[in-house]
């Protein structure tokens, strides 16, 4: 609770100090096709801790302080990429359901520029992540450490399985439209030529669809289907770029988890040795200390036992000698 507690307050003072500064990302186009710059999607600019800033892993800095500092900011960058993917699934949702040509190149502008964003801030996580478990924290403040870094890391772990989830769905979701816009210009369609169609990776799709359209007595209808297929299938290919890049975050950043415990468990293994040792060295001093002060009382008492030897043995002979007897019987002889 002391931990939260005090997370909690540095987080406050950064928010009055840094106050709402937006911060433009550049990134590449959703999927990677093509590169372009953000201009309509701004997120919060996270600004580095001083130490993690200096030299990424929080050596010189105030250590705790700059750490719970740290830990503010990818929470808050964790809750962005999770709000990111929300907007990228309504984005996707918009695109579905829209029949207007303008409107759908609009909104397939401004989800690319968000999957871009959200890519970049993605890395950006990561990085900072992998910096902020980098730093060694002996004693106590290892356990802190890892406890909260392990919440982080659980979170922003959760947000790419979410970013997953909701682009495989939409994979489907673009499949399923490119299959019926497919039968609106073959209605008799073979499974294989569906499958070729939706699945197209070769070309060999298009083939199909435009022999397709010169046979259809519906051309302008037709036409207007294989615009939007070939528009899906741009989707689809975007979205399973993106699903290989999210499937190689969280491949990464599963790894990290395994390593940053383990230098974590480290560190803990070795405060904990030299905790050990200390109490046992200091277990060792008491004993110490305790005998010598034992062999100070026995030698005190041996010197009193001595004293009190001599004593005895004086007064005995002073009483064998009784010099005062014979000083007696010689005044009674005169």
């Known amino acids: 609770m002391a931990s939260r507690d005090r997370l909690a307050q540095l987080r406050a003072q950064r928010a009055q100090g840094d106050g709402n500064s937006p911060t433009q990302a550049q990134g590449q186009g959703y999927g990677g096709g093509g590169g372009y710059e953000m201009s309509s999607v701004q997120s919060p600019a996270y600004a580095t801790s001083p130490a993690y800033a200096s030299n990424g892993n929080g050596a010189g800095g105030d250590g705790m302080t700059d750490f719970y500092g740290e830990i503010g900011n990818l929470q808050d960058m964790v809750a962005q990429f999770d709000s990111n993917v929300s907007r990228i699934s309504d984005l996707h949702s918009r695109l579905l359901n829209n029949m207007d040509e303008v409107q759908t190149q609009r909104l397939t502008a401004e989800l690319d520029e968000l999957v871009g964003g959200t890519r ?16 060694a924290i002996p004693g106590a403040d290892a356990r802190i450490k890892k406890n909260q870094l392990s919440l982080v890391r659980k979170k922003f772990m959760e947000a790419v399985q979410k970013y997953q989830t909701v682009e495989a769905d939409y994979r489907s979701r673009y499949k399923q439209r490119v299959e019926r816009q497919f039968k609106i210009v073959k209605p008799n369609a073979t499974p294989e030529e569906v499958a070729s169609v939706v699945n197209d990776t070769s070309g060999s799709g298009n ?5 397709a359209i010169s ?9 207007a289907a294989y615009r939007e297929v070939q528009e899906r299938h741009e989707d689809i290919r975007k979205i399973e770029a993106t699903l290989a890049e999210l499937a190689q975050l969280f491949n990464d950043m599963s790894v990290l988890v395994q390593q940053q415990d383990e230098q974590i468990d480290t560190v803990q293994t070795a405060a904990a040795g030299v905790e050990k040792d200390t109490e046992a060295a200091l277990g060792q001093t008491e004993k110490a200390v305790n005998s010598a002060r034992r062999a100070r009382r026995k030698r005190w008492i041996c010197f009193w036992l001595a004293v009190l030897i001599c004593i005895i043995i004086a007064v005995v002979v002073v009483v064998a000698i009784h010099p005062w007897t ?5 005044n009674g002889g005169s």
Do not use: M, V
């Open 215 to 223: 046979s259809s007595t519906r051309y302008g209808e037709s036409r």
């Open 120 to 135: 970049a801030l993605s890395s950006d996580i990561k990085r900072r992540i992998e910096a902020l478990g980098s730093q």
């Open 207 to 211: 083939q199909i669809f435009a022999q």
């Open 326 to 330: 014979r000083t007696s019987s010689n």
